[in-house]
């Protein structure tokens, strides 16, 4: 499956931005669907996650009552909405697809989109 992600840009503390993240070229519902990122210098890290059926979604603690995701099978597109946005959230922001189990490893996820970059000012 190809991944395009979109959405990102420069936003204030506190403000907020929505991610989107169109699917291509294979059965868009077979797969599980996350969001992780990588700021500067550091590891990429788990954002969200979300079931096949869009039925399970689970976050990483540092943006658990901030994010949500959500993913609408007939557009073949999953979301991150970011709420209450912090300068610690800026980095380049990754959808994946995975497999059948449910997952925060970025090694479960087969294929990535190419990033989009968020941008949080303080």
Same mark, same amino acid.
């Given at each position: 499956?190809?991944? &395009?992600?979109?959405?990102? /840009?420069?936003?204030?503390? /506190?403000? @907020?931005? #929505?991610?989107?993240?169109?699917?291509?070229?294979?059965? %868009?519902?077979? $797969?599980?669907?996350? =969001? %992780? #990122? &990588?700021?500067?210098?550091?590891? #990429?890290? %788990?954002?969200? /996650?979300?079931?096949?059926? /869009?039925? @399970?979604?689970? %976050?990483?603690?540092?943006?658990?009552?901030?994010?949500?995701?959500? #993913? *609408?099978?007939?557009?073949?597109?999953?979301?991150?909405?970011?709420?209450?946005?912090? @300068?610690?959230?800026?980095?380049? $922001? $990754?959808?994946?697809?995975?497999? =059948? &189990?449910?997952?925060?490893?970025?090694? *479960?996820?087969?294929?990535?989109? &190419?990033g989009t970059l968020v941008t949080v000012s303080s």
């Amino acid at each position: 499956v190809q991944l &395009q992600a979109s959405g990102g /840009g420069l936003v204030e503390a /506190g403000g @907020s931005l #929505r991610l989107s993240c169109a699917a291509s070229g294979r059965t %868009f519902s077979n $797969y599980n669907m996350g =969001w %992780f #990122r &990588q700021a500067p210098g550091k590891e #990429r890290e %788990f954002v969200a /996650g979300i079931s096949r059926s /869009g039925g @399970s979604a689970y %976050f990483a603690d540092s943006v658990k009552g901030r994010f949500t995701i959500s #993913r *609408d099978n007939a557009k073949n597109t999953v979301y991150l909405q970011m709420n209450s946005l912090k @300068s610690e959230d800026t980095a380049v $922001y $990754y959808c994946a697809a995975g497999g =059948w &189990q449910l997952s925060t490893n970025a090694d *479960d996820f087969g294929s990535w989109g &190419q990033g989009t970059l968020v941008t949080v000012s303080s």
